[in-house]
């Protein structure tokens, strides 16, 4: 996890009308888990957030509330759980055509208890309401993007 953990939950926000004293502010933001934008694609959100402002969107940068900081493991726990689960046959009888980081993640998920599968879940459902919340004042989230997320395959193992 690259950057401090106030950085990985910054966020930039716009306003969808072009009339910023209409306007509420909408927003776009640096993921919580993957730290800030490098290269060309920091470059390239910059520019974008630079153009909104020129043609007068309000933009604002906001943080995501302390709780996203537990959505990746939450959110892995109950992938490798359900992995675990839907993939158990394959797993069981034809185990030496999964790839070795496959394998390793349905093993995972095999060793999570009930419990903790369960405050996964629970947690799930508690970060949605607070991103309904905390989005709700906002016409748009604009996400930077450092190039890894769900593109990355090393990204979840």
Do not use: W
Request: one cysteine or more.
């Amino acid at each position: 996890m690259a950057g401090s953990l106030p950085d990985r939950r910054r966020r930039k926000t716009l306003p969808c009308d072009p009339h910023p004293l209409n306007a509420s502010p909408s927003g776009g933001r640096k993921t919580p888990v993957l730290g800030t934008g490098r290269g060309l694609c920091q470059q390239n959100f910059s520019e974008n957030i630079h153009t909104l402002r020129k043609g007068g969107a309000h933009v604002e940068e906001v943080e995501l509330p302390e709780i996203f900081g537990l959505a990746h493991r939450a959110i892995r726990t109950i992938m490798a759980a359900e992995a675990a689960l839907n993939l158990e046959e394959l797993y069981l009888k034809h185990a030496p055509m999964i790839s070795p980081t496959l394998k390793d993640f349905i093993a995972e998920g095999r060793d999570v208890g009930a419990l903790v599968y369960l405050q996964a879940l629970k947690l799930r459902l508690a970060l949605k309401e607070e991103l309904e919340r905390f989005l709700e004042r906002y016409d748009a989230s604009l996400p930077s993007h450092d190039g890894g997320g769900a593109g990355d395959a090393g990204a979840y193992g």
